[in-house]
């Protein structure tokens, strides 16, 4: 048969310390998800993890555009090397803007060098006349402007100058940069996408 089991009783004060022990440890593990909660819906993210551009909803598309080159050849936006794109939107180039075209062409060589070991992952798209001076980067590409492309780039009629787009492997726009941002921007969130893909 069985014997009865002994009841221990336990001391008021070890049986306090045990539940609020206990519910301390719910506070920690629910708080800190409600804590994370609050913040992802308030829109805080951490400094680190920010674009510098800004961030495209809903992207851009130009899947459905083929650029022309500026020899008449298409420009396609689908490979295998998961290329991404810088786009610069050229304006006057070679008559009144030369100059701002030339530090623009400029800082986007620096952009590109400073890639490094993934720079031939990245394509500088040129939409325009190119300026008389200026480095051309090994991986530049001069387009044809086209109403079909500039349709398909959010914002291209900036009346403060020439923006700057990002474009993923597959022709979607991510990332516009305002006329006179500074290139640094550009590599910073250039060199985060290239990480991940």
């Given at each position: 048969m069985n014997a009865p089991r002994e009841h221990r009783s336990i001391d008021t004060a070890t049986r306090n310390r045990n539940r609020w022990m206990l519910v301390g440890i719910f506070v920690l593990f629910f708080g800190g998800l409600v804590l994370a909660g609050l913040l992802r819906f308030s829109g805080w993210?951490?400094?680190g993890?920010?674009?510098?551009?800004?961030f495209l909803q809903p992207y851009g598309d130009l899947r459905g555009v083929t650029p022309t080159l500026a020899d008449g050849s298409p420009?396609?936006?689908?490979?295998a090397e998961r290329t991404w794109?810088?786009?610069a939107l050229a304006?006057?180039?070679?008559?009144?803007n030369a100059a701002k075209c030339e530090r623009l062409l400029t800082d986007l060589d620096k952009v590109w060098q400073l890639s490094g070991k993934d720079a031939d992952r990245v394509h500088v798209l040129w939409v325009g006349a190119l300026p008389a001076k200026g480095p051309r980067p090994a991986t530049l590409r001069?387009?044809?402007?086209s109403d079909a492309l500039r349709d398909g780039l959010p914002r291209s009629q900036d009346p403060a100058g020439m923006p700057v787009y990002v474009l993923d492997p597959n022709g979607f726009v991510v990332l516009r940069y305002a006329p006179g941002s500074d290139p640094?921007?550009?590599r910073t969130d250039l060199s985060r996408l290239l990480k991940v893909n």
């Open positions: 993210r951490p400094e993890s920010k674009n510098k551009g800004e420009y396609r936006w689908r490979d794109r810088i786009l304006d006057r180039c070679d008559t009144t001069v387009l044809r402007p640094g921007n550009v």
